[in-house]
């Protein structure tokens, strides 16, 4: 009610040629002390953080001493990172993580799709049971996977051994060159589910008109996969990359549990590197300074998310 | 261009029979028009003869193949869909190619044929367009030129013009029996809206529950209705039909209504219904050969004014009569009001006569 009454009295207010932010948010004003209690928590909870980060990344902060005793060293903490050799490391593993695992992850998720897409029997529980991997604890799940990796005990290598391929169990995670592999292979079998999902409801939308005009002017299965079903496709396409994108940048779980970054940083991607240096050696200032670098990455991926979405209902809306 | 056959075609879906035993054949070059109410079975059958659905039993011959297990390319036909599936990424001028490429013919022959057909379906300046840029009506001519570039055996259509406003719609009708002039294309046509079947069709064909109920020029469905399902659907407004009985009255066989009142025959129309099955006989007859009187005449009978709907032209008087709503029209110059007692006359030339029990026309031998 009161809204309306907001709005009414705006446009009442507003005389052509006397506009500006803070007049329209002054004509605004009921509508904007409704959500002031919001703006109120989110800036405690999400903007004070981000600053304090912020502010943090320009500080030496001495491990072992009280944060108040930190002193101000500028860029230092940026130089210091750049130019470290285990941050050329931890990021190229981060793209080859991130890349590696979303790229698999949507080929993997899509091609289940449409192996799903067609009737059979048998076809609801099979998507059960592949939906099951997303659903459980990535915390169990890596538990689960550290055993069947694991050098001694492990289901793999005693395959392996069984079938006369290998003398010994392979030593998946234990191994600078095969570690950070096999933690990508959880993952994806970890959040593929997650594609398929997206990808199985897009399917559902594609016009069935459309692939039976396509099937009468001659195009075969391939051809109608790829003129009719790709194209309509493309958003839930684009979406579904860039979701996965953000979620894998961030990921946590998996490599902490399993490896937590060893052997040697062989698996160490941002997030645990910048969890290991603030909360394993306190060395907060230059952990911030990480956290900061990662936040505007993120923050671009964030961008052509939403650019994605809303392009997609700009299409709608114009169709 | 080719003739297509039907012959006993049926489709099942479990136990539901969506088309039952059809059989008709449309000639090379002829316009036939597939008409019934929503759910008779006309989009399914226009899939059975695209190779869209497989088909229960029976043969579809097209051109002098029978192509029962044909794959829908390989058949020969081009369809027009209802929401013209035109593919929404593609420019108008690949949507027009598309079926060629499909056919793998060489680049400057595509261009050839696309650009003629766009220039016979006057959309040459809408060629880099697409669909989504395009009206209603555009977008349906471009799904009409992805049909022709293809110079098909059979065109087959599917409601094409239901998404078109009444005014675009009576255009694109005209547009479409052009094309088939011109083109002299053997085309099936699927409708619910009679007009668009009585107005283009060679030749209709009216669908009710999966069956065939009748199958002839639109003059003659029209004129001979052969049950009462068609009297009823053909024609607007609706036939009106009454139901009676047979009796003798002074040696004579007359219609009697439960109200009372009993109908005269002549010597034609007596011959008719000696042969129902049972006493139960439908009067049928079309509001323009039902003569108003305001008072009574040899031969009239009693009713009641049920709703007035002068329309310009003409007005259409409903009236009661033996639990039936009769239609009839009248000069706009004749004033009645509703409930005022009026006569009607039917014309014995003109009317029809249904078998009450079996609903099918009753004919003189
Ligand atoms: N795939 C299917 N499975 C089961 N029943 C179906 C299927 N397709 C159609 N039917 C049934 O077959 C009957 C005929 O359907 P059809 O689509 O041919 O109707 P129609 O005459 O084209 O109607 P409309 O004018 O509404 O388009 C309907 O009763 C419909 O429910
Ligand atoms: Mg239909």
Redesign the interface.
Known sequence: MTIVTGKAEARRKLQPGRSGVLRNIWAHRADYAYVLPAIAVMLVVIAYPIYYTIELSFYKTPPGLQLRDKTFIGFDNYTTILTSEVFWKVTWNTLVWTFGSTFISFVLGFATALALHRDFIGRGVLRAILIIPWVISAVAASYIWKWIYHSDFGIIGAVLVGLGLTDRPPNFIDNVSTVLPSLIVVNIWREFPFAMIMMMAGLQTV?D??L????????NAW?RFW??TF??LRNVSVVTILLLAVANFNSFIIPWIMTAGGPSNASHIWITHIYELAFGRQRWGVASAYSVLLFLILMTLGYFYVRALSGNER?EG?? | MAHVVLKDLVKTYGNFKAVNDVSLTVNDGEFVALVGPSGCGKTTTL?LV?G?TPITSGDIVIGDRVVNDL???DRD???V???Y?L????SVYMNLA??LQ??KLPRDEIDKKVKEAARVLDMTHLLERKP?ELSGGQQQRVALG?ALV?DPAVFLMDEPLSNLDAKLRVQMRSEIKRFHQDLKATIIYVTHDQLEAVTMADKMAVMNGGFLQQYDSPAQVFAHPVNMFVASFIGSPAMSLIPLEISTANGGTVLTSAEGWSLGLSPRNVQKVTKATTKKVVLGARHSTIKLHKSAVPGSIPAKVYTVEPTGDVTFVQAFLSGAIVNVSVPPNIAVTPDERIWLEFDQERMHLFDGETEMALEAS
């Open positions: 016009p008109q459309l039976r005009a396509a099937k009468v002017d001659g195009a051809q003129h009719v194209p309509h299409k114009g169709a | 899939n695209a869209l794959d829908p390319k036909i081009a369809m869909f209802q929401n599936a593919y929404p990424q593609k598309f079926p499909m056919r989504r992805r293809r």
